[in-house]
């Protein structure tokens, strides 16, 4: 199932897909290949529409990235390892229920799901949807940045690729991954005369695009 939103007639779809060709996240560009510097103002220009839209609590936006292609059939899946750790890996689809977790935008100005939870997770509403598309049409944005449900709490998560590649682990307690890190989520903070730019996930760029962790190899059997 493949859940997105249409912004042009403010209506929400869910349509079964089962054409390889239409996986959006194979369609994302790779952690390499993607631009990495995103500046304060045009961060403050997408803060004020969700901050608007009283959404900023719910949702924040997300540096559009893959590390692996998918296999016909297959998506990417949230995990929440207990009790602040979040791993994301792929799975054949139609072997549970899921939810769509993170949002990108189609050449059709339609945001539909890249990746998904094992958890419920909240959908954005439609208005704020058709005005988010336009923003990120006309800031160049469509390919850059892209909508992710966040996590109550706002504490920085590092992710790295998981032992077998297929797929990652975020951890607040990867210290040794803040040198050289790059900010791949971000969320706004409120505060008594605005609002603030907070980063919810770094990953730390290598050649490889991220470090590998060893450790997290039973988890990811």
């Not at 961060?43 to 608007?52: A, I, N, P, Q, R």
């Not at 419920?120 to 005005?131: A, G, K, N, Q, V």
């Not at 900010?183 to 907070?198: K, L, M, P, R, V």
Request: net charge negative.
């Amino acid at each position: 199932m493949m859940t997105w939103a249409k912004a042009d007639d403010c209506q929400h779809f869910a349509a079964q897909n089962d054409s390889s060709e239409m996986n959006p996240y194979n369609s994302l560009k790779t952690f390499e290949s993607q631009t990495h510097i995103i500046d304060y103002s045009t961060l403050h220009l997408v803060g004020e529409l969700f901050v608007k839209h009283k959404l900023h609590r719910t949702f924040g936006i997300c540096l559009l990235h893959r590390h692996q292609e998918l296999a016909p059939g297959y998506i990417m899946v949230h995990s929440p390892i207990p009790p602040e750790s979040d791993m994301c890996r792929s799975e054949k689809k139609g072997q549970r229920q899921i939810f769509p977790h993170a949002f990108c935008l189609n050449k059709q100005k339609q945001f539909w799901s890249f990746e998904y939870s094992d958890a419920p997770r909240s959908m954005p509403e439609d208005t704020f949807l058709i005005e988010s598309a336009q923003l990120f049409w006309n800031l160049g944005l469509q390919e850059v940045l892209g909508i992710s449900n966040i996590a109550p709490q706002r504490q920085v998560l590092f992710e790295r690729l998981l032992a077998n590649g297929d797929g990652t682990i975020s951890s607040p307690e990867m210290s040794d991954a803040i040198e050289g890190s790059v900010t791949t989520e971000w969320a706004f903070c409120e505060e008594q005369n605005g609002f603030s730019i907070c980063a919810l996930r770094q990953c730390t760029d290598t050649e490889a695009g991220h470090k590998r962790d060893d450790k997290s190899r039973s988890a990811a059997i």
